[in-house]
């Protein structure tokens, strides 16, 4: 028997975590994608800002009993394990074209570290973590981005891969990349088109914010 998920949708998600909020930031992701799921501790927060989330996914040692009792039992999804983040619950129990992630980048950086291995470990979630400044994805394959020349792309292994890269002012081809290896900090665009090819899904690309745009029409091209 197939395992049902908590949230089955065809319209995009944003995902809110109880890390940093930035109050623009959540309103650009519902613009483009209004179903608004949260992790545990981002209940405060979208309680905070009015929202109500349509489900609660987390273990809920990040969330106190008053906001539990503000939001509806039924949206209230409790996983009782330890061996797991709240961030990385939520991705193995959403499907959706896409997903769109704040709250969970600043404040802790062992909190951070795991949204990326939890990126790495789902490779089938179309998932874009936004922070205050950046983007980040995983490059599961290929990606062609429509960015303007100059643009900052910086591009992280989160595992052994070897990747290509086009458009890019300092290119290359079927580069060896490790996290104690080779990476690709502060590379920038030097054609309006940029591909990025990789040999795992191990590669972490990173993009300013204000390119949001451009790496949801990557996704709905791929």
Not at 58 to 86: C, M, W
Not at 156 to 177: E, H
Request: hydrophobic residues 45%.
């Amino acid at each position: 028997m197939l395992k049902s998920l908590i949230v089955d949708t065809n319209g995009p998600i944003t995902l809110l975590g109880g890390s940093r909020v930035e109050v623009g930031v959540v309103d650009r992701a519902l613009g483009l994608a209004p179903n608004l799921v949260v992790a545990d501790g981002g209940a405060q927060a979208a309680l905070d800002l009015g929202l109500m989330p349509q489900a609660v996914i987390g273990d809920f040692d990040s969330v106190d009993a008053n906001t539990i009792a503000q939001i509806p039992p039924e949206r209230l999804f409790r996983i009782n394990e330890q061996d797991s983040t709240d961030f990385d619950k939520c991705l193995r129990n959403i499907a959706a074209p896409y997903i769109l992630a704040h709250g969970f980048t600043g404040r802790r950086l062992d909190h951070e570290l795991a949204v990326y291995n939890a990126l790495a470990r789902h490779p089938d979630q179309r998932c874009v973590v936004l922070g205050e400044v950046d983007l980040c994805f995983l490059v599961t394959r290929q990606v062609r981005l429509k960015l303007p020349i100059g643009t900052r792309v910086s591009l992280f292994p989160i595992g052994t891969c070897q990747a290509s890269a086009t458009g890019l002012r300092w290119s290359f081809q079927d580069m060896a990349m490790a996290p104690d290896g080779k990476i690709g900090t502060s590379n920038e665009a030097s054609d309006e088109e940029v591909t990025v090819q990789t040999t795992a899904p191990k590669l972490l690309m990173i993009l300013p914010l204000a390119h949001l745009d451009a790496v949801i029409a990557a996704f709905d091209t791929t």
